[in-house]
T-cell receptor, first 115, second 113 residues
Framework: AQTVTQSQPEMSVQEAETVTLSCTYD???????LFWYKQPPSRQMILVIR??????QNATENRFSVNFQKAAKSFSLKISDSQLGDTAMYFC????????????FGQGTILTVHP | EAGVAQSPRYKIIEKRQSVAFWCNPI?????LYWYQQILGQGPKLLIQ????????DSQLPKDRFSAERLKGVDSTLKIQPAKLEDSAVYLC???????????FGPGTRLTVL
């Protein structure tokens, strides 16, 4: 079974600064996907970024980028130029590389961006 | 493209009562998931459908929870009878054959008193 661990229950950052959220996972699979989801207080789960395990290049989406270390089974999220709207719960998630694989989530990290 | 729809958004019931939640996935998405998210925790999969067949229901408390997906489109999740510990947000998600992320609905917040 796959497990996903987020060791930072809460993080805070000043507006315009950079913050990194940590995630580690455990799997015996070689083909899989990793995701970061954002869940604002409104509760809608929003996909932030995804990484295919077979790709060595780290994914980037505007101010969001990941540091994917496959051997270490580490998948951190870096948010640059933090904005107040980034305040949310962030979940790291794992999906096996099959077509119908489920998402397995970590415990989440509450990120607060301060003005 | 319309997103995943869920109703109701909020529900308050007494313990031992019954409740049902409805989900309409994104058109064409064959896979549908129901997740339970207890406050402050990550979502936990309850059941996964592929078209109208169950792929994974290993964490569904089958003595009180049931789910169906008639005609491989809409799905209903039912709790009967509800317990206090069922208070949570119930998230529905769907995905297509193409590899990628899931699409989540807005969720239903259930409070059991």
């Amino acid at each position: 079974a796959q497990t996903v661990t987020q060791s930072q229950p809460e993080m805070s950052v000043q507006e315009a600064e950079t913050v990194t959220l940590s995630c580690t996972y455990d799997t015996s699979e070689n083909n899989y996907y990793l995701f970061w989801y954002k869940q604002p207080p409104s509760r809608q789960m929003i996909l932030v970024i995804r990484q295919e395990a077979y790709k060595q290049q780290n994914a980037t989406e505007n101010r969001f980028s990941v540091n994917f270390q496959k051997a270490a089974k580490s998948f951190s999220l870096k948010i640059s130029d933090s904005q107040l709207g980034d305040t949310a719960m962030y979940f790291c998630a794992f999906r096996r590389g099959t077509s119908y694989g489920k998402l397995t989530f970590g415990q989440g990290t509450i990120l607060t961006v301060h003005p | 493209e319309a997103g995943v729809a869920q109703s109701p958004r909020y529900k308050i019931i007494e313990k031992r009562q019954s409740v049902a939640f409805w989900c309409n996935p994104i058109s064409g998405h064959a896979t549908l998931y129901w997740y339970q998210q207890i406050l402050g925790q990550g979502p936990k999969l309850l059941i996964q459908f592929q078209n109208n067949g169950v792929v994974d229901d290993s964490q569904l408390p089958k003595d009180r929870f049931s789910a169906e997906r008639l005609k491989g489109v809409d799905s209903t999740l039912k709790i009967q009878p509800a317990k206090l510990e069922d208070s949570a947000v119930y998230l529905c998600a769907s995905s297509s054959l193409l590899a990628g992320g899931f699409y989540f609905g807005p969720g239903t917040r259930l409070t059991v008193l």
